[in-house]
């Protein structure tokens, strides 16, 4: 089977840092994505990491561990732009993605 | 914008009736991806083609059918449409086939409400 995991809401204030966990189990691993979704609107590409590590872009880190089935997301310098939802998404066979059903990250001032 | 567009952006039809999306790629991409997001499902992957291909299917009804034209544009089709379906579909493309660094980039989505 698969199952991927992930918080249902967090909340966090400007400026702070918060760390998004996802933690999955899927019959095959070919990376994970994350993407940001505001309400209604397109999920649009965050990064994707392979390899274990971290990987950094401007305010925006992720991490993986394969061996532990886990990922997660680091928001730094929180601005309230940033309240979305977050969504991890596994490869599982090189073609489809296999979406958590996201995190709702709420900044408040 | 991500360079992916579908029509409508919303539709209200009834149920039993029979609907078409319509998805354009991004220019140069093969490869398009539909999928369903529900309140309580989260994004579902529903079926990829790629170059005119079917290649992968996942959670999609009998009810429901895809194609890819020549031109790479893709349209799904419902039918029989059940007050369940009411949901926001989107359509994403990516470059290949799929995998590795392949990522995919979402379309603006079409809101299906069926009364």
């Known amino acids: 089977g698969q199952n991927i995991d992930q918080p249902t809401e967090m909340t966090a204030t400007e400026g702070a840092i918060v760390q998004i966990n996802c933690t999955y189990q899927?019959?095959?691993?070919?990376?994970l994505f994350w993407y940001q979704q505001h309400a209604g609107e397109a999920p649009t590409f965050l990064s994707y990491n392979v390899l274990d590590g971290l990987e950094e872009k401007g305010r925006f880190s992720s991490f993986l561990s394969r061996s532990k089935g886990y990922s997660y997301l680091l928001l730094k310098e929180l601005q309230m732009k940033d309240s979305a939802s977050y969504l991890c998404?596994?490869?599982?066979?090189?073609?489809?993605?296999?979406f958590g059903k996201g995190t709702t990250l709420s900044v408040s001032s | 914008d991500s360079g992916v567009t579908q029509t409508p952006k919303h539709l209200i039809t009834a149920t039993g009736q029979r609907v078409t999306l319509r998805c354009s790629p991004r220019s140069g991409d093969l490869s398009v991806y539909w999928y369903q997001q529900s309140l309580d499902q989260g994004l579902q992957f529903l079926i990829h083609?790629?170059?005119?291909?079917?290649?992968a299917k996942g959670n999609i009804l009998e009810r429901f059918s895809a194609q890819q034209f020549p031109d790479l544009h893709s349209e799904l089709n419902l039918s029989s449409l059940e007050l369940g379906d009411s949901a926001l579909y989107f359509c994403?493309?990516?470059?290949?086939?799929?995998?590795?660094?392949?990522?995919?980039?979402f379309g603006p989505g079409t809101r299906l409400t069926v009364l």
């Open positions: 994403a493309s990516s470059p290949t086939s799929g995998g590795g660094t392949d990522t995919q980039y």
């Open positions: 899927t019959s095959g691993f070919n990376g």
């Open positions: 998404a596994v490869d599982q066979a090189g073609t489809a993605l296999i």
């Open positions: 083609y790629y170059n005119g291909e079917e290649r």
